[in-house]
């Protein structure tokens, strides 16, 4: 089992900036991958980005991508994703997700709320 806890969401104002983190416990070592996701009231969860956690490659939605940044630490068991020039329609409560199987996703964080005020 892994369990994964977020943190470093908050309220910004558009044009700003945040870190999230994903702190990995457990049997951290079995992951292969770690993900970002987010869901926005009424609507549902979707993708944002990917790390392989041995290779460091990553993979981004069209709409993170040349904002959003996705890295890993592997000595802290932690991953990140740095947020930079938010947009209201960034708003969303975010995932962690760390996936075993490259081919799903097998654990899931709590999520932690990303507000942008325009």
């Known amino acids: 089992q892994v369990q994964l806890v977020e943190s470093g969401g908050g309220l910004v104002q558009a044009g700003g900036s945040l870190r999230l983190s994903c702190a990995a416990s457990?049997?951290?070592?079995?992951?292969?991958?770690m993900a970002w996701f987010r869901q926005a009231p009424g609507k549902e969860r979707e993708f944002v980005a990917r790390?392989?956690?041995?290779?460091?490659?990553?993979a981004y939605a069209d709409s993170a991508k040349g904002r959003f940044s996705i890295s890993r630490d592997n000595a802290k068991i932690t991953g990140y994703l740095q947020m930079n020039s938010l947009k209201p329609e960034d708003t969303a409560v975010y995932f962690c997700?760390?996936?075993?199987?490259?081919?799903?996703?097998?654990?899931w964080g709590q999520g932690t709320q990303v507000t942008v005020s325009s």
């Open positions: 997700a760390g996936a075993v199987n490259p081919s799903r996703y097998d654990y």
């Open positions: 790390i392989s956690w041995r290779s460091g490659l990553t």
């Open positions: 457990g049997r951290p070592s079995s992951l292969s991958a």
